[in-house]
């Protein structure tokens, strides 16, 4: 994999505070000082200026969905991005409806327990921990299983880093006439994904994730049709993304009360998402980082759990050494001390750690962590970095 495969566009990016690490995670993320700075003004929940604010993200949302027309709704709501993947499996799918859940991960098998919980019956397609649903098994699932009324797909799994062949699904599931629900909670704003291209029914994402705003809310855009015939499916007062709409229809406002300083940091990091050139530049840096991470964690001896082909440009998953003086923990400490956060590993069979590569760096700082990466593992004595067999 080449260290830059086209230009990278350069935003104003700027160092942590002092004593404030860099996260390299999937999300919260670090962000922008003009992010953060947007947080210092108190805001009337039902104020005109900030329901101005609300709509006008909605309004960006759609158009980053490549939505021109009434076709589609940008829903916000309150809580984590999980909140509103249940709110949005609640409303896609009829109470005597059936899913059939692609995963390869822990976001997968989370879509299947709120399922459960939501009393919707479902099967699966697991694929463990490392490989992607190919459209071929989907095409023979649904032949098999004509009850299924949607497919539920993430486009990143974070608990690898693989990024799932979304579009060849997508043919597969409007070819059969299902619903497609898709959870981009990682990929959306660094990865295209547009209506014209990928005609989702649902798709999910979450404030904190590639737009780089913070924690606070997720949001779903949904076919409106979809949306207006769900009356009655919703489980949850607080859940209920059809109220949530009508309410924001009417009143501009949100329903309970919103998350007034997360909301104002999106719309100040959307703004900087279209400076960036939008979609293609924030893609373009981000998948310069990977590509210089992978490439400079090779050179120290790791290995990436995916191929190449699988990469994303979200975050990447690494094996541990099988050297008995490396310890995450001990792994995890250090680079803090040199002012960088990582993320534990979460697969199944092998030991790993995983390094995200979005938030406000750049290829210069990913220069930076590897040197620190390099100095954990002498102060540590590791001195090979191969997994076990």
Wanted: glycine share 8%; net charge negative.
């Amino acid at each position: 994999m080449s260290k830059a495969e086209f230009p990278i566009a350069r935003p104003a990016l700027n160092a942590p505070a002092l004593g404030e690490p860099y996260l390299l995670t999937p999300g919260p993320l670090t962000t922008s000082l003009a992010t953060k700075q947007a947080m210092l003004s108190d805001w009337g929940s039902w104020d005109a200026d900030f329901n101005r604010i609300t709509a006008e993200i909605r309004q960006g949302l759609l158009a980053m969905a490549g939505v021109h027309d009434d076709s589609y709704a940008c829903v916000p709501l309150q809580g984590s991005g999980t909140f509103a993947v249940e709110a949005a499996l609640a409303t896609a799918i009829a109470r005597d409806g059936k899913a059939l859940v692609l995963m390869n991960g822990a976001y997968g098998k989370r879509a299947t327990q709120i399922l459960d919980y939501l009393g919707r019956d479902y099967i699966a397609l697991d694929k463990g921990d490392y490989l992607p649903p190919q459209p071929e098994e989907v095409a023979e699932l649904l032949a098999a299983n004509p009850d299924v009324t949607d497919v539920f797909l993430v486009h990143c799994e974070t608990s690898s880093g693989i990024l799932n062949p979304l579009r060849e699904i997508a043919d597969v599931v409007k070819a059969h006439g299902k619903g497609l629900i898709v959870d981009a909670m990682s990929s959306f704003g660094a990865v295209p994904l547009t209506v014209d291209e990928i005609p989702f029914d649902v798709m999910v994402s979450s404030a904190n994730k590639c737009i780089e705003g913070i924690p606070g809310f997720g949001f779903v855009i949904i076919r409106r049709t979809l949306l207006e015939q769900s009356k009655g499916r919703a489980h949850s007062l607080s859940l209920d993304l059809l109220e949530q709409w009508q309410y924001m229809e009417r009143t501009g406002q949100w329903r309970f009360t919103p998350p007034t300083h997360s909301v104002v940091a999106f719309r100040k990091a959307l703004e900087q998402h279209v400076a960036e050139g939008g979609v293609t530049g924030r893609q373009m840096r981000y998948t310069n980082n990977r590509n210089v991470l992978v490439s400079g964690m090779r050179d120290l001896g790791f290995q990436t759990l995916l191929e190449d082909r699988w990469l994303s440009p979200i975050i990447t998953t690494f094996f541990s050494p099988a050297h008995p003086n490396f310890e995450f923990k001990r792994f995890y400490d250090e680079l803090k001390a040199r002012q960088f956060l990582i993320y534990p590993g979460k697969l199944t069979t092998a030991e790993s750690f995983r390094i995200g590569c979005i938030g406000q760096i750049d290829e210069r700082i990913v220069a930076q962590l590897l040197r620190a990466i390099a100095d954990a593992l002498a102060v540590m004595g590791v001195d090979t970095c191969q997994p076990a067999a």
